[in-house]
């Protein structure tokens, strides 16, 4: 699928939404109070460096509401811009497949029941918060609303995952790929650029990786290091390197560059809020970065893919 233009010269997902939907599609975040196996000792404890308390979801509505309030109270700011879109329910805080069958179905149902116009389902997970009676779920679900599944791995690399304390494999985020594929449930992934162990060609070598696994998606995160989190407390005793705008913008851009044209990309950088972000302050101005980004491409003649081929045949 090939969605670029001029200004915009990769797959972007408000582009993808429009095509696939005739209109505009926001995803509305919803908090069905999670917990994550990589801070409960079903995989690990104290959960990923950067985590924050929100469980990476500082935006991901009140895990105290109903999903209903959750979901009016986004609706409400999202209809005074437009009152002409369509609604995607996000279970974006900690781990969204994370419980029994019989609760995850009834959250699911009840989300996509809230309102006429929600036509999908987004379901941010880790693979081993799978299983075959999840995968059925998410089969059945998959036949009869939109769905796609947000797969967390970050990075490749077996050091930064231990670094980063991730508490699962590469096999195993390689196998749940394949397993939801095998359903033809559609995958988007998330990476991040920024640990200061790694360099730019081992954040390329991610999305190489990921080029031959059969995505339909990905999120590319800056690393942020957030107030209270173990890697935001490292900083702040030993601080390290962190990424400039322009190495981040430059590193963006060489992986769009590389990226599967057919993927379509859903995320470029990331934003925390300010009030917990510790570094990198200029990653507040995420406009800037997305225009960072847009320019370097146009200013190469560049585009999402143009190495693509080239990489693919090495
Ligand atoms: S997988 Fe997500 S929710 Fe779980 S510890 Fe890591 S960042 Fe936090």
Same mark, same amino acid.
């Given at each position: 699928m090939n969605l670029m233009t001029k200004e915009k010269p990769y797959n972007t997902l408000n582009a993808f939404y429009r095509y696939k939907f005739g209109k505009k599609v926001f995803k509305i975040p919803l908090n069905g109070n999670f917990t994550c196996p990589n801070k409960d000792g079903k995989s690990g404890y104290g959960g990923c460096i950067y985590c924050s308390e929100s469980g990476s979801g500082d935006y991901a509505g009140n895990k105290l509401l109903s999903l209903k309030d959750q979901f009016e109270q986004v609706k409400k700011m999202m209809h005074n811009k437009? *009152? =002409?879109?369509?609604?995607?329910?996000? +279970?974006?805080?900690?781990?969204?497949?994370?419980?029994? %069958?019989?609760? $995850?179905?009834?959250?699911y149902e009840t989300a996509l029941s809230l309102d006429d116009k929600i036509?999908?389902?987004? !379901?941010?997970?880790?693979?081993?918060?799978?299983?075959?009676? #999840?995968?059925d &779920? &998410?089969?059945?679900?998959?036949?009869? @609303?939109? $769905?796609?599944?947000e797969l967390?791995?970050?990075? #490749?690399? =077996?050091? @930064?995952s231990t670094f980063i304390n991730r508490g699962h494999s590469l096999k195993c985020f390689d196998?749940?790929?394949?397993?939801?594929?095998?359903?033809?449930?559609? %995958?988007?992934?998330? #990476? !991040?650029?920024? +640990?200061?162990?790694?360099?730019?060609?081992?954040? &390329?070598?991610?999305?190489?990786? &990921?080029?031959?696994?059969? #995505?339909?998606?990905?999120? !590319?995160?800056? $690393?942020?290091?957030i107030k209270n989190t173990k890697l935001g407390n490292m900083y702040l005793k030993t601080p390290f390197k962190m990424?400039?705008?322009?190495?981040? %913008? =430059?590193? @963006?851009?060489?992986?769009?560059? !590389?990226? *599967?044209p057919n993927i379509i990309i859903h995320r470029l950088t990331g934003d925390a809020p300010k009030e917990l972000l510790i570094e990198p302050q200029w990653s507040l101005k995420k406009f800037v970065v997305m225009n960072e980004i847009d320019k370097l491409l146009r200013s190469k003649n560049s585009y999402q893919g143009i190495k693509y081929l080239k990489n693919n045949l090495r």
């Open positions: 437009w *009152n =002409d879109g369509l609604y995607i329910a996000y +279970f974006q805080a900690n781990t969204n497949t994370y419980g029994t %069958v019989k609760r $995850l179905r009834y959250l036509i999908g389902l987004s !379901i941010g997970t880790r693979c081993d918060a799978l299983n075959e009676e #999840i995968y &779920l &998410l089969s059945e679900l998959n036949e009869k @609303t939109y $769905l796609q599944i967390g791995l970050q990075s #490749i690399h =077996d050091e @930064t196998e749940a790929v394949k397993e939801l594929r095998k359903r033809n449930i559609e %995958v988007v992934v998330h #990476i !991040i650029n920024g +640990f200061h162990i790694e360099t730019k060609e081992d954040m &390329l070598a991610t999305v190489k990786h &990921l080029n031959k696994l059969n #995505i339909q998606g990905i999120k !590319i995160h800056l $690393l942020h290091l990424l400039t705008l322009e190495e981040y %913008v =430059d590193i @963006t851009v060489a992986q769009i560059e !590389i990226l *599967n």
